[in-house]
């Protein structure tokens, strides 16, 4: 198998633990902010609203991790921080409709968990620009060995 191939099913690897892993997180999030939303509207905290909307937030994440890892990978030190904040926008605008501060807190907890598992299965795709020449040129002498 390839390198590329190699790194392009570890990267599916991990990102479909993260998916999984953070699938379990919303639930307990939601289940937990289901009990204290006493009397809201219990916005978003329904396996079928926020089950496709992790999935949905993983994907969109992984396209924006990619698009801008390519070009400017430190940027992403700002970028991810300010899109996760740019999510709560809607969530705090709940309040306004009669959401419970528990529904909005739990739905801003559950971007930030779907963020936390697009960083961590993403992270090993960036490549250090000062070891990137050294380890490729490793990685084609052991491909040339064998």
């Known amino acids: ?3 590329t191939a190699t790194r392009t099913s570890a990267t599916a690897l991990r990102l479909g633990v993260a998916v999984v892993a953070a699938a379990a997180v919303n639930a307990v999030i939601a289940l937990t902010a289901s009990s204290l939303d006493d009397g809201g509207i219990g916005v978003g905290l329904n396996a ?3 089950l496709p909307a992790t999935v949905l937030g993983l994907l969109l994440g992984t396209a924006g991790w990619f698009l801008i890892a390519r070009r400017a990978p430190k ?3 700002v970028v991810v921080p ?3 904040v740019l999510t709560w926008i809607p969530d705090l605008l709940l309040l306004t ?3 419970t501060a528990a529904n909005v807190v739990g739905l801003m907890l559950m ?5 936390t598992a697009a960083v961590l299965a993403l992270r090993p795709t960036l490549r250090d620009p000062a070891t990137a020449p050294a380890a490729e040129g490793v990685q084609q002498v052991r ?3 064998g």
């Open 143 to 145: 491909a040339h060995r």
């Open 1 to 3: 198998m390839t390198t």
């Open 111 to 115: 971007h930030l968990v779907v963020t």
């Open 75 to 77: 940027a992403l030190r």
């Open 82 to 84: 300010a899109v996760l």
């Open 48 to 50: 079928a609203s926020y």
């Open 97 to 99: 409709a009669g959401a």
